[in-house]
């Protein structure tokens, strides 16, 4: 069971599947619900999301405060969550997608909340109903031993690693949060995020964002605590728990422009200090050319087990032990990854179906760090992959693909010859001001495809739809841009 459990894991993981180079304490509330950039109002109808049954538009987040003790050897979670939220409507029912764990007790600004869970959902009634736009907190206690969330794309969400199955990884995109904590499980739900995670003496535990405190309890565990300001969609909030070797880099030391911190099994420290080794340099450059790192931190954790692909969580991308060769065989995902923290985490979407801007630009800097380091230019990869396109089925409209086809690899080739074809069409100097001021207009929000066409078309000053549009919703590919 461990070994099949291990193997199914590799397919878990959609994000960046393909490679082409192969040839904080919880903020005020006043203060976080003007910054999340989550107002998103409730719409009369949203069946047009391509996944209604995950996500609840009665509300809004501003910050999930989690506070989890997981035992190891027996894989058992009790969970303590305080969420804090804005009603969009004057309601009794307060909507949570949790899967397989179960509620203890919940309550709703101190009153108790009858509990009703079924079907992924854990719906919370109060006697008295909230009014529209008003702040609450949700107090809930729940437990269980977590596991993935099954799901069109597999199992996904928090699962075990190491030969001793006693660590975790999370790998929640898109649909496996509410594997570990109850949420509002849509893209573009975003909120500050305090993780306390205990843990045997021993292991480690990792999260988003900045490590607060580290903590022995009387019991001879220890309380790892990580406060990350987000703003964060759930599918990119991550735990990982094992036995960790750790490097950390203030920001001056190694020329990052921000503190980087990796973590990684002992056993594979050589490997893994090589591969990546460069990430300073990809942070300064994707900064030269995306705008300024969108975040406080940033590292990459590398788990025992093999995966499918590696995952962008947000300030804390995950990989592989199959992902660190020691010779930098991976080194286009260590770019990828990266690059989804400005587009795809910090630029969010407002539903799945945009998905092209998360993948077409993180497959797109692959080919920048490429011809950053002079291997091959832009040009001639964007070349290769429309090749590869032309000899495939064409049936595939990357701006709206259909629900069981977001993680098809041609959103990720099609979705850079996209951008390539808007390069040559601008010139370097007018496309890498589109992308810059594109992060720059929707940092730490949400957007989506018809927003970033009309973005285009105001910095440039020039009428785009007839070029971009073929590439995004014709399903013929169109000819390759001179
Ligand atoms: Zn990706």
New binding site residues.
């Given amino acids: 069971m461990r070994n099949g459990g291990r193997a199914s894991l590799r397919d878990r993981f959609p994000?960046?599947r393909r490679a082409l180079l192969t040839a904080a304490a919880a903020l005020p509330l006043t203060a976080t619900a003007a910054s999340t950039g989550g107002r998103t109002a409730a719409p009369e109808d949203d069946t047009a999301r391509y996944f209604p049954r995950h996500g609840s538009y009665g509300h809004r987040t501003v910050a999930y405060d989690l506070r989890l003790s997981y035992d190891p050897d027996t894989a058992w979670l009790d969970g303590h969550a305080t969420i804090h939220a804005v009603t969009n409507r004057c309601t009794r029912r307060v909507e949570l997608d949790l899967a397989r764990l179960t509620v203890q007790s919940a309550e709703i600004d101190g009153a108790p909340a009858a509990v009703r869970q079924r079907d992924g959902k854990a719906v919370l009634t109060v006697e008295r109903a909230l009014a529209e736009e008003q702040p609450f907190t949700v107090d809930i206690r729940y437990s269980g031993s977590p596991r993935p969330v099954r799901t069109p794309f597999g199992a996904i969400g928090w699962d075990r690693t190491g030969d001793d199955y006693d660590g975790t990884v999370v790998a929640s995109q898109p649909l496996g949060a509410p594997s570990w904590f109850p949420c509002n499980d849509r893209p573009d739900d975003k909120a500050a995020y305090t993780v306390t995670v205990v843990v045997p003496d021993g292991h480690h535990a990792l999260a988003n964002g900045t490590l607060h405190e580290r903590r022995a309890l009387d019991d001879g565990s220890v309380a790892w605590t990580y406060h990350h300001p987000g703003p964060m969609a759930s599918y990119l909030a991550a735990v990982y728990t094992g036995r960790f070797a750790h490097e950390t880099h203030h920001a001056d030391d190694n020329g990052s422009p921000v503190p980087l911190r990796n973590a990684y099994p002992a056993h594979l420290a050589d490997r893994a200090r090589h591969d990546l080794a460069r990430q300073p340099e990809m942070l300064r450059h994707f900064a030269a050319l995306f705008g300024p790192y969108p975040f406080e931190t940033y590292g990459a954790v590398v788990v025992d087990a093999e995966l499918a692909a590696p995952v962008?969580n947000q300030t804390l991308s995950v990989f592989g032990r199959n992902h660190m060769d020691g010779r930098r065989g991976s080194e286009t995902l260590v770019a990828?990854e990266l690059a989804?923290q400005w587009y795809g985490n910090s630029v969010g979407l407002t539903d799945w179906q945009h998905i092209w801007l998360?993948?077409g630009f993180?497959t797109y800097a692959e080919w920048l760090w490429s011809e950053h380091l002079g291997e091959y230019d832009a040009h001639d990869l964007a070349g290769q992959a429309w090749r590869e396109l032309s000899r495939k089925r064409q049936n595939l409209r990357i701006g709206d693909p259909g629900r069981s086809r977001i993680f098809d690899d041609r959103i990720y080739v099609r979705g850079a010859c996209t951008l390539h074809a808007l390069r040559l069409a601008l010139g370097d100097e007018h496309f890498f001001t589109v992308l810059r001021t594109w992060h720059d207009a929707h940092r730490g929000g949400s957007a989506d495809t018809e927003a970033f066409v009309g973005h285009a078309e105001r910095v440039t000053g020039r009428p785009l739809t007839t070029l971009i549009r073929p590439w995004l919703f014709d399903r013929t590919l169109p000819r390759f841009p001179v």
């Fill in positions: 994000c960046s962008e990828h989804h998360n993948e993180a």
